[in-house]
């Protein structure tokens, strides 16, 4: 440090007060600990009695947990004619339920042709009635908004991706707890075969 002195903290977050750099040094040789620069721009500047490993190791795991949640939410993107039929509407409306599911927006787009550009309010009456068909997993982000041939509308999920992956990952690991393992199973076996031998001998 090239300063003549520095505000220190101490390892608990401590205020020791302005102390000369040679003080600082003193102090942190004594407990055996780093003498850190935590606010350079500060003045006069700050620095802090800390085991600087161990502060760059937690840095590091907390960067990487926050990484492991941090959920990337997409736009999944999905087109509907306007002469849908039932059974392509129930198909197409799957999709978006498995992509709400999954904690991903939803863009809805119907495509019109010819004369169907002259009739929105069909457009928007399939919109309608596939954002009621979905209205407990997503909320409507975007209303039917007509541009040019097409006719788009954005849902977003009610839960967030991060919140869905985790209870994903709970279900997963229920599923697992329910199901027996091979030494369960093993032993199952075992107990039904010494059943029936003691039934066996019984009869005899």
């Known amino acids: 440090m090239r300063v003549p002195e520095v505000r220190l903290v101490g390892p608990d977050g401590e205020q020791v007060g302005v102390v000369k750099v040679e003080n600082a040094l003193r102090l942190a040789r004594e407990a055996n600990l780093d003498l850190v620069e935590v606010a350079p721009q500060a003045r006069p500047p700050v620095a802090k009695l800390m085991d600087y490993g161990k502060y760059k190791y937690e840095a590091a795991q907390k960067a990487r947990n926050a990484r492991r949640n941090q959920a990337n939410s997409q736009l999944k993107e999905i087109r509907f004619r306007?002469?849908?039929?039932?059974?392509?509407?129930?198909?197409?409306?799957?999709?978006?339920v498995r992509f709400l599911n999954g904690g991903d927006k939803v863009k809805v787009m119907i495509m019109f042709r010819g004369?169907?550009?002259?009739?929105?309010?069909?457009?928007?009456?399939?919109?309608?009635?596939?954002?009621?068909?979905?209205?407990?997993?997503?909320?409507?982000?975007?209303?039917?908004?007509?541009?040019?041939?097409?006719m788009t509308m954005v849902l977003a999920p009610t839960k967030k991706k991060q919140q869905t992956k985790s209870d994903q990952r709970r279900n997963r690991e229920a599923a697992k707890g329910r199901k027996p393992n091979r030494q369960q199973?093993?032993?199952?076996?075992?107990?039904?075969?010494?059943?029936?031998?003691?039934?066996?001998s019984d009869e005899d």
């Open 82 to 96: 306007l002469k849908i039929d039932d059974h392509d509407f129930e198909t197409k409306k799957g999709h978006v």
């Open 115 to 150: 004369r169907e550009q002259s009739r929105p309010e069909m457009g928007v009456r399939l919109l309608q009635r596939l954002a009621d068909d979905v209205s407990e997993l997503a909320t409507v982000e975007s209303m039917p908004r007509q541009d040019g041939r097409n």
């Open 185 to 200: 199973l093993k032993d199952e076996r075992k107990a039904r075969r010494a059943a029936e031998a003691e039934a066996r």
